[in-house]
């Protein structure tokens, strides 16, 4: 299971840094990234992390705002998120990553987190 934290309620400007722990799931063979949906929307990839080719893909919409990394040792992968917009608002999930797209055979995604930008 993959298990998303740290989401809350910011103010746009704002910054929130999300973690994404990894357990019971094989963390080494797969590029995990961050996803967000919206009420009635589809679930949008927004970064992903290869730690096999250190290669990153990141959504226009959160380029030079948002930091993908990771803690092998913990099998954590984090999102630094920076300079929030109201349209950040979403619930955020961490998952397998292909590109900014996900396996379609992948449905553990867990609950997810929150994150608010308002003033």
């Known amino acids: 299971q993959l298990q998303a934290s740290g989401g809350g309620l910011v103010q746009p400007g704002g910054s929130l840094r999300l973690s994404c722990v990894a357990t019971?799931?094989?963390?080494?063979?797969?590029?995990i990234g961050w996803f967000r949906q919206t009420p009635g929307k589809e679930r949008e990839g927004i970064s992903c992390?290869?730690?096999?080719?250190?290669?990153?893909n990141q959504a226009d919409s959160v380029k030079d705002r948002f930091t993908i990394s990771s803690d092998d040792a913990k099998d954590t992968v984090f999102l630094q998120m920076n300079s929030l917009k109201p349209e950040d608002t979403a619930v955020y999930y961490c998952?397998?990553?292909?590109?900014?797209?996900?396996?379609?055979?992948?449905?553990?995604w867990g609950q997810g987190t929150q994150v608010t930008v308002s003033s």
């Open positions: 998952g397998p990553c292909i590109g900014l797209g996900y396996p379609t055979e992948f449905r553990a």
């Open positions: 992390f290869s730690r096999i080719s250190g290669g990153i």
């Open positions: 019971g799931f094989p963390f080494d063979e797969y590029a």
